[in-house]
């Protein structure tokens, strides 16, 4: 089993829509991630915490939310998903001494 | 703001070449980090440095953390065609101390 997992893996959606992308791990991590893969631009970094009451803005946090609702579970909200949200989204975990990301399988969204 | 270069977009070889990648910085970084990402996957950690001159490798992957402390390289050898994927190098450093992403290297080998 994988130690960060991402639900749903692939969703298709409607501009308008609320989505939840939800993430859980099990490494014990206290620091989570979340971010946007786009073709040619990398990785984006979305919303950050480094614990349960601790909740950060990334670079591109406009149009997202997110909560976290235990040590071990990250969720990321649309509240209104618009198609140039479409992407590959990654969960990731890391712990504080090394800075090292650990990545889940990654939940493909397309907006329509 | 900070800037990560990473080069080349892509490589296309032949199965048993080496290969080498590359990024650099507008900032001074202290950790530099190379992963790989396999097709519907998501990136996976290779190799990690941590200071200025550091040279290690991972099995044919060997990867240094530049001694201006603004480079790395990421250099693959005698490749087959299960290193196929995207490579990606991340650095944390400068103003804000965080980690950012290249664009990433597109490896495709041919057998």
């Known amino acids: 089993d994988a130690d960060v997992t991402q639900t749903p893996r692939n969703r298709i959606t409607k501009t308008g829509k609320r989505i939840m992308l939800e993430c859980s791990q099990t490494k014990g991590h206290d620091r989570m991630y979340w971010y946007r893969q786009d073709p040619g631009l990398g990785l984006r970094l979305i919303y950050y915490s480094f614990d349960v009451k601790d909740i950060n803005k990334g670079e591109i946090s406009d149009g997202y939310s997110v909560s976290r609702q235990a040590q071990a579970k990250f969720s990321l909200s649309l509240e209104s998903a618009i198609p140039n949200q479409t992407a590959l989204y990654f969960c990731?975990?890391?712990?504080?001494?090394?800075?090292?990301?650990?990545f889940g399988e990654g939940s493909r969204l397309t907006v329509l | 703001g900070q800037q990560l270069n990473q080069s080349p977009q892509s490589m296309f070889i032949q199965e048993g070449e080496d290969v080498s990648m590359n990024c650099t910085s507008s900032?001074?970084?202290?950790?530099w980090l190379w992963y790989k990402q396999d097709p519907g996957e998501g990136p996976v950690l290779l190799i990690a440095?941590?200071?200025?001159?550091e040279l290690t490798s991972n099995g044919r992957l060997t990867a240094q953390f530049g001694i201006t402390r603004k480079d790395s390289f990421l250099n693959i050898s005698a490749s087959i065609p299960s290193d196929v994927g995207i490579y990606f190098c991340a650095g944390r450093g400068g103003a804000t101390n965080k980690l950012i992403f290249g664009t990433g290297t597109l490896l495709a080998v041919q057998p």
């Open positions: 990731a975990t890391s712990v504080a001494i090394t800075g090292e990301l650990f």
């Open positions: 900032s001074i970084f202290n950790t």
């Open positions: 440095l941590y200071k200025a001159g």
